[in-house]
């Protein structure tokens, strides 16, 4: 069974970094595209980075520059480095898997998998 439980979130000042990390298991990363979403109160979810099989990424604007997605293959686990963190980064970060997908696209209903998101708090 597909597994996702994401860790590394928690609280910090405006300007630092913080690194998540998605253990997965139950698959292999090579079918899938894997990301990272995002939601704060009262908003939708929305993608803030996508790597695919073929380690093609795709950032949110928002992001760019700040953020980078990686994926260790052998170790099956999904990061994502944030640094220069902003107060309107505050979200549950949630990572998510897309079987079969073509392109890192970043609309969270193209996901079926799920893990239960880690708190990111920025202040």
């Known amino acids: 069974d597909v597994q996702l439980v994401e860790s590394g979130g928690g609280s910090v000042q405006a300007g630092g970094s913080l690194r998540l990390s998605c253990a997965a298991s139950g698959f292999t990363f090579s079918r899938y595209c894997m990301g990272w979403f995002r939601q704060a109160p009262g908003k939708e979810r929305e993608g803030a980075a996508i790597?695919?099989?073929?380690?093609?990424?795709n950032y949110a604007d928002s992001v760019k520059g700040r953020f980078t997605i990686s994926k260790d293959n052998a170790e099956i686990t999904l990061y994502l480095e944030m640094n220069n963190l902003k107060t309107e980064d505050t979200a549950m970060y949630y990572c998510a898997a897309r079987y079969g997908c073509t392109e890192p696209a970043k609309d969270p209903r193209f996901f079926g998998r799920w893990g239960q998101g880690t708190q990111v708090t920025v202040s």
């Open positions: 790597i695919d099989g073929g380690g093609r990424t």
